[in-house]
């Protein structure tokens, strides 16, 4: 790392990582009251998702600098998280199918 | 790097160049942040796996998923209020991510006692945290019964998943709080202004060691927005 020893690196004014943490303070306050408040069902869930994926990307985003970074480093890390996301979907649909088969032998006795 | 970064193309064009060029993909990035980014990414993996197989197993099961916010209720005053440790605990972490982006920020400008400060505050956050989650496994296994394999609450997957979920964040969040720890020693000591070699490493180090630490330090946050999300709210 010596070749980068006393470069020049541009800050960032303190208020942006204040603002972010204040913010992420309030999504956590808003998913801890979907919990308080006993919202069920859908609502609840897409609540959760909802406030959960906005505190990450502002984590990433900003706490990490991703958003300052060049594409380069940016998609090498972004696409394979995404697919990541899309294959717990994937597995938790298949969930329900285990789930069916479980009921149909175990309980109904096949 | 001798080339100026800004007269590289940006956006979609800087990608392809980046790319196709014969030296090195990440532009104006050290070897150490990239190689941190790496991780982090096969970090995601395995907690994305624990993620998956939790999820999956508590959606296959026809035995009732323990209520966690029953579970994890805490008494204040003779009266129980869900999830108040977990809530606290949540709280304390993201502060910690706060005060961590503060101290990269103060590394980059150079200035050395704000910097340590902040880490320390930073690595009191994570010490913090993890002894309130020892509390939590403590009450768990101890007055609850809750074990890999049972527990009174409803389906035994409950336990298995909830200690190697929540034990392999606090492993992290336990070696982050050691790193935090020596990183503040080094800062304070001047090891990046005067490019004292490392320990370890023997090798010089700038403040972008810094920002190394506050990207695996964020990760360990991120891991916990998750956990909270999927385990204990869900």
């Known amino acids: ?110 | 790097m001798s080339r100026a970064i800004n007269k590289l193309p940006k956006g979609w064009d800087g990608l392809t160049s980046d790319f196709s060029s014969d030296q090195k993909a990440f532009k104006g990035m050290s070897w150490g942040k990239a190689m941190m980014w790496i991780f982090i990414l096969s970090d995601t993996f395995i907690f994305s796996c624990f993620l998956i197989s939790y999820l999956t197993g508590r959606a296959s099961t026809t035995a009732s998923w323990p209520d966690a916010s029953i579970v994890f209720e805490l008494e204040v005053f003779g009266t129980s209020v869900p999830l108040l440790l977990i809530a606290i605990m949540t709280f304390i972490l993201i502060s910690s991510s706060g005060t961590m982006a503060i101290a990269v920020k103060y590394g980059y400008e150079k200035n050395r006692k704000l910097c340590a400060i902040f880490l320390l505050l930073t690595a009191l956050g994570g010490a913090a945290f993890v002894s309130m989650q020892a509390f939590e496994w403590t009450k768990l296994i101890f007055h609850e019964g809750v074990r890999p394999w049972d527990n009174p609450f409803g389906a035994v997957q409950f336990g298995s998943f909830f200690f190697m979920i929540t034990g392999f964040h606090g492993t992290h969040v336990t070696v982050g709080v050691i790193f935090l720890l020596i990183m503040a020693r080094k800062t304070w000591r001047g090891d990046f202004d005067k490019g004292r070699r490392g320990y370890f490493t023997t090798m010089k180090s700038d403040y972008v060691a810094i920002e190394i630490m506050g990207l695996y330090w964020h990760f360990v946050d991120l891991v916990w927005v998750f956990i909270f999300a999927f385990f204990y709210l869900w």
């Open chain 1, 1 to 110: 790392m010596a070749q980068y020893r006393n470069k020049k690196v541009k800050t960032h004014k303190i208020g942006i990582y204040l603002w972010i943490w204040g913010l992420l303070f309030v999504f956590s306050f808003f998913s801890y009251m979907i919990d308080y408040l006993n919202f069920e069902g859908s609502l609840r869930w897409t609540l959760i998702v909802l406030f959960m994926l906005s505190k990450a990307a502002l984590i990433v985003a900003i706490f990490m600098h991703l958003f300052w970074e060049r594409y380069a480093i940016v998609n090498v890390l972004l696409w394979p998280m995404t697919l990541m996301l899309l294959f717990v979907w994937i597995m938790v649909a298949e969930s329900e199918y285990t789930l069916l088969t479980r009921i149909f032998y175990f309980i109904l006795g096949g």
